[in-house]
């Protein structure tokens, strides 16, 4: 039995970064917390008003080969977030551990926006952050293609990301989820996860 050394004392500041395997990137009132109801047995608060989400909300995805993905909704992002404008910082951290990024626009434009430019300022407030996260893996979610618009918008989508995975959906309708889940199970099987 030896003696220890006297110890240490201090203040510490401990931050949280939530782990996910994908995290769900968008606009406020783009569909993510939705989508994440429908996937998951995750119950996050779903409005029609921006901000809905003020925290990050982990669901788990669960195949039939009892295979696992968590998907991470993260509160929405606003142009500036890499400067933390709309707390943008406190919703960013939480998207440097996720191995793929799941961009959800409203395809139909129905809040206004242009779903190519909102990708594009996503994209950029991301890199703008963190320059990795640029390099990370990511496919696009096209939701509310129940919505007038969202064909027209999904083809001008497509001819501006080429190959780039787009899966279009309508979360609220309940659409086009189960390609969603088949997207990200065949992601996660060719990335050996």
Known sequence: FTKGEPGEEGDF???????????????????????LSKVSAARPKVASYPFTTLNPMVGVLEFENYQRITLADI??????AHRNVGLGHDFLRHIVRCKLLLFVVDIAGSEGRNPIEDIQTLRRELDLYDPLL??????????KMDLPEAGDNLHALRLRFGVRVIVPISAEKNQGVGEFKDALRVFFKSAGS
């Open 13 to 35: 500041l401990l931050e949280l970064q939530t782990i996910a395997d994908a995290g769900l990137v968008g606009y406020p009132n783009a569909g993510k917390s939705t989508l």
């Open 134 to 143: 640029s390099q990370r893996p990511w496919m696009i979610v096209a939701n």
């Open 75 to 80: 509160p929405g992002l606003i142009e500036g």
